[in-house]
């Protein structure tokens, strides 16, 4: 028999706790030997290759760190402990207005150690950050859930769908290199308040303040190894362009734009820039109805469709 739940939030000393229940999640670890994958034990692994493995959260010197920006910028990472042992994370974040979600809770990771699954913690965790968003003035709470977790959400209330997401491969080999020493170029905002009332187009799975905000968090080991560039143009177009972890030619599209007519010539920028960069392809999540409106029409291919659901709190 397991103990009561016990739902708090995180400090830094919870580190440990929290990398055991997402490593509790990889059924096996592996390493690159000469472009092979090879299996190991996780103690052989480097914290880049543990990082390869689903990020931040799967060594406890890049865990402190994310830890440490979440609970810097006041955000709430929350941990559910049984019996002293902590057997799940879920982290919450409270958003911006946006015309559908309002003041809004974002969850953006939610793990539950895979010994103490279907026992009522993931339940637990999201009832308590529905509890901290209403507290903090929030309309609604939204996830980005992990297509099987879908059932889960539906079950515990998370069942209003706010968009569909098209996860899209623009493909850029064709595409004409531009140097954005060419372009008006400023520095990225580093105050959300500019970006505030312009139009977010990707990643659009999260609403812009978060995109924005987690943005601005810089891991040494990104750094180190993957390719980046950040901007505002013209004072119209804000972009990062950033290449994906373990896919040396593609690139991720982080977008807002000042006006929504601006669209295609943003689009045309960021394919341009990134091929500059080297990059054959650049991905973008964006709602079914700019990919209709505007994506559609360049040569492309669609990786997935995704939902972001949420709740309203009463
Ligand atoms: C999804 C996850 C967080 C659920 O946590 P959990 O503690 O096992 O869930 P709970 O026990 O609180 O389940 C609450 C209800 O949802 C149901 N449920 C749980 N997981 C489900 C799933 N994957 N699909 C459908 N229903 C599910 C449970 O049966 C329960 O229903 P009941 O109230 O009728 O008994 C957990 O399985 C997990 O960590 N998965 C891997 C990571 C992940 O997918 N996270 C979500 C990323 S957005």
Not at 16 to 45: F, H, M, T
Not at 61 to 88: F, R, W
Not at 251 to 258: G, T
């Amino acid at each position: 028999m397991y103990g009561e739940v016990l739902i708090r939030k995180a400090s830094l000393e919870d580190v440990w706790g929290i990398v055991d229940v997402y490593c509790s999640g990889v059924e096996k670890w592996y390493r690159l030997v000469g472009g092979r994958k090879v299996e190991s034990s996780y103690e052989e692994l480097s914290i880049v290759e543990r990082w390869s493995h689903g990020g931040p959260w799967m060594s406890v010197e890049s865990c402190a760190v994310h830890l440490n920006y979440v609970l810097v910028n006041d955000q709430y990472p929350l941990v559910a402990v049984v019996d002293d042992k902590i057997v799940g994370e879920l982290e919450l974040y409270i958003g911006y207005g946006d015309e559908l979600l309002g003041r809004h809770g974002y969850i953006d990771v939610l793990e539950v150690h895979r010994s103490y699954r279907r026992r009522g913690i993931g339940r637990a965790l999201v009832e308590k950050a529905v509890e901290i968003a209403g507290d903090n003035g929030c309309e609604t709470v939204a996830v980005w859930p992990d297509p099987n977790a879908i059932g889960f959400y539906e079950k515990i209330g998370l069942d209003k769908i706010a968009y569909r997401v098209k996860y899209v491969k623009l493909d850029i080999t064709k595409t004409k290199p531009l140097k954005p020493d060419q372009l008006d170029i400023r520095d990225f905002p580093e105050n959300y308040g500019m970006l505030e009332k312009w139009f977010f187009i990707s990643p659009r799975i999260e609403t812009s303040y978060i995109a924005w905000l987690k943005s601005r968090w810089d891991y040494a080991i990104e750094q180190e190894i993957l390719r980046s560039f950040e901007a505002t143009m013209n004072n119209e177009v804000a972009l990062i362009i950033e290449e994906i972890w373990g896919e040396k030619n593609e690139a991720n599209l982080y977008l807002w734009i000042k006006d929504k007519n601006l669209l295609d010539q943003a689009l045309e920028l960021s394919m341009g820039i990134a091929k500059h960069l080297g990059f054959n392809s650049l991905r973008l999540l964006a709602s079914r109805e700019i990919y209709e409106k505007q994506i559609e029409k360049y040569k492309h291919q669609i990786l997935q469709d995704y939902i972001v659901l949420y709740r309203e709190i009463k």
